[in-house]
């Protein structure tokens, strides 16, 4: 698989991030990507979550979603982007935080909204993003791999990474816009190779660029190596991904099969 990280700049204008989605989009195939991935909030970003979110909000199939759709059946190339996705459930006035992955023929492949909330480091996005309903991995195919879907926050947490290993997924996509802070930098490249080391697969780290969010969108081969990192700025970035290298790997440490727990 030929895999694009493409490092965004996301703000709340919607219509100025759908025209930088789709420069990015089309340099990533330009050269060839057979799957781009963009970040969290790809759609609509702000410092800090509020009430507006709610407010941006759409179905997958409304405007946004529908010219992400459209523009992977132009390019023929599978795209994951996250939205600000609309609840259908009227008692619930909180949007999701969903990550959307389209096909190379337009067609949606998978929807996963964030399981964790960042209600952590005095942010409270519960207040504004409702959880996912049912916690559950979310994987989809794409170029001769199986893809396991995360948003930021989500890196923290190992069991979810087992369990879309335990799922299938050989390449993690961790789409994110993780936040700046002390140590921030050191955290999101240490958890995106630990998610890679101990399941055996690639981990796909590709987050909002900096001031909202650190950049440093990476991708961890299955041994823990990076292959490629961002700095700071805007920045498409194409590395390949290898099913044979998990494969190799995982019978190298056979720890997935090796557990008792």
């Known amino acids: 698989m030929r895999l694009a990280l493409a490092q ?29 991935l963009l970040p969290e909030y790809a759609m609509y970003e702000k410092k800090m979550v ?29 795209i994951v982007a996250g939205l600000v996705e609309q609840s259908a459930d009227h008692a619930e006035p909180r949007p999701f935080n969903t990550l959307a992955a389209f ?19 005095g942010f409270r996005e519960s207040e504004w993003i409702a959880p996912a309903p049912e916690p559950e991995p979310v994987v989809f195919e794409a170029a001769g791999m199986t893809v396991g879907l995360m948003t930021c926050y989500d890196l923290r947490f190992p069991e979810l990474g087992r369990a879309l290993a335990d799922a299938g997924a050989e390449l993690i996509a961790v789409c994110s816009s993780w936040v700046p802070g002390p140590s921030k930098v050191d955290q999101w490249r ?10 055996g697969c690639y981990a796909a780290a590709v987050s909002q660029a900096e001031p909202i969010s650190v950049g440093h969108s990476l991708l961890a081969d299955p041994h823990g190596d990076v292959l490629v990192e961002a700095g700071g700025a805007p920045e498409t970035m194409l590395a390949e991904a290898e099913p044979e290298a998990v494969e190799s790997a995982r019978e190298r440490d056979p720890a997935l099969r090796l557990r008792r727990l």
Do not use: M
């Open 8 to 36: 965004l700049a996301s703000d709340d204008d919607v219509a100025g991030n759908l025209r930088a989605v789709r420069d990015a989009v089309a340099r990533a195939a330009d050269q060839g990507a057979d799957l781009v």
């Open 50 to 78: 509020d009430a507006t979110f709610a407010g941006a909000a759409e179905p997958l199939d409304g405007r946004f979603g529908t010219a992400v759709a459209e523009l992977a059946a132009s390019r023929g190339v599978a």
């Open 103 to 121: 096909g190379a023929d337009g067609s949606l492949l998978a929807r996963y909204r964030k399981i964790h909330l960042f209600d952590s480091f």
């Open 190 to 199: 240490t958890l995106a190779r630990a998610r890679a080391i101990e399941n």
